[in-house]
DNA sequence: CGGCATCCTCTTTGATACTG
DNA sequence: CAGTATCAAAGAGGATGCCG
């Protein structure tokens, strides 16, 4: 891209972050931690394989993002965020806080990734117990699974495989979006189409609102 | 813009003001206020026309600005930012706040415009003697003048002209803000061309570092 | 496979000129 | 003042191919 020759802070910011595809990659960064080319492409549904091959060299040149080759057992390079990278936290959440007004309902062909729940999680959920039993709630989309862990009074998304879920949500990402920001309640939830194998009352724990809706 | 088609709150975010020159757009109003489509044009050197009417009409679209005929004696429509619009103040910000590592030396060829002076200011200075006399800094960098204002412990930008400024800064955008900043002390300054006219105390209420530069 | 590079088409941008 | 018109050049998107 062009530069826009400016001196201005947020026009330098927009000369390296600008260009289109760049703030998502740090964002896929930013969810999943270092990853190899083929997560990227996976968690960019769309992007040519070019294109992520282009930005990778300018926001590494940059100094945004750096490739590692890492020992076995991963046997590849790793791309990572450099220091600078993660400082870009603040924008792509602001990013994310403002665009959550745009996610009430799901667009025809929207793609979804698990580790886009990261976002909703830390904006609405937080433990109204910080001192209760720790629990994990698997939630299941489509996409891979991801897990909401409620642990020592913090909630986090987790990627990896946990065993023993203590409750299971499953249904379209829309739906399950709707419950965790607490736009939906549980019935409205169930009648369209989601499925929850478990103790309800943990939602409680961590909803906005749940207590709300539930008794609604 | 082609939208993502993901269903994340970055990319529906990007979806909206991911399109080059939206968030500078953005910008413009958020430090300028409402505004006509030659001031706007004026505060994005290097944008071309028809970009901008394209843009204003997509943002207006999206519900992130409007325009609004005014009243004599203003006599033409201006553009408003909508609440919506500013809300996207924390993602300007935060961007503006990761960009200001690159603006330690200007490049040859950029344009600098005095409202940009906005985001340093917020950034960097604040009153260290919120009881102190109140007083104003003009601050020429060829572009109109701004003026600085320390009141009531806060300090702010202000872009109308002002009488009897108490000090006056008049130099390169880079030199002022370095002084600004306290990358640069204010004999480096006056060495890189910088005229100073005035108490220079004044400089000490609100410049981070200065008393550790002004010794050294 | 993973990690790109190429080719081709289509859209967007940038620069300038022009109009109600 | 507030845009639209025109046009060349750059960039994006999509498919496919290559090479360890």
Redesign the pocket.
């Known amino acids: ?2 530069t826009y020759g400016q001196y201005c802070a947020a026009a330098k910011a927009l000369d390296v972050v600008g ?3 760049s703030l998502l990659i740090v964002r896929e960064l930013l969810n999943q931690g270092p990853c ?3 997560d990227l492409k996976y968690g960019l549904p ?6 992520l ?2 930005r990778l060299r300018h926001l590494e040149s940059a100094g945004v993002v750096e490739r590692r080759a890492e020992p076995p057992p991963v046997a ?2 790793l791309i990572h965020l450099t220091g600078m990278g993660r400082e870009l936290e603040p924008v792509v959440h602001s990013l994310a806080e403002w665009g959550v007004r745009f996610m009430a309902t799901m667009a025809p062909g929207d793609v979804f990734r698990s580790q886009w729940l990261g976002f909703p999680v830390s904006l609405y959920l937080n433990d109204r117990e910080p001192h209760g039993q720790d629990f994990t709630i698997k939630v299941d989309t489509g996409d891979r699974p991801a897990y909401i862990e409620v642990r020592d009074g913090s909630v986090r998304l987790r990627l990896e495989t946990m065993a023993e879920p203590d409750l299971i949500l499953s249904g379209a990402p829309d739906i399950v979006l709707g419950l965790l920001s607490g736009h939906l309640s549980l019935s409205q939830g169930v009648a369209s189409g989601l499925e929850v194998s478990g103790p309800t009352a943990l939602l409680d724990r961590i909803v906005p609102g749940y207590a709300a809706t539930s008794l609604g």
Not at 46 to 51: T, Y
């Open positions: 891209m062009k260009d289109r595809w190899r080319f083929t769309g992007i040519p394989p070019n294109l091959s282009s590849t390079t």
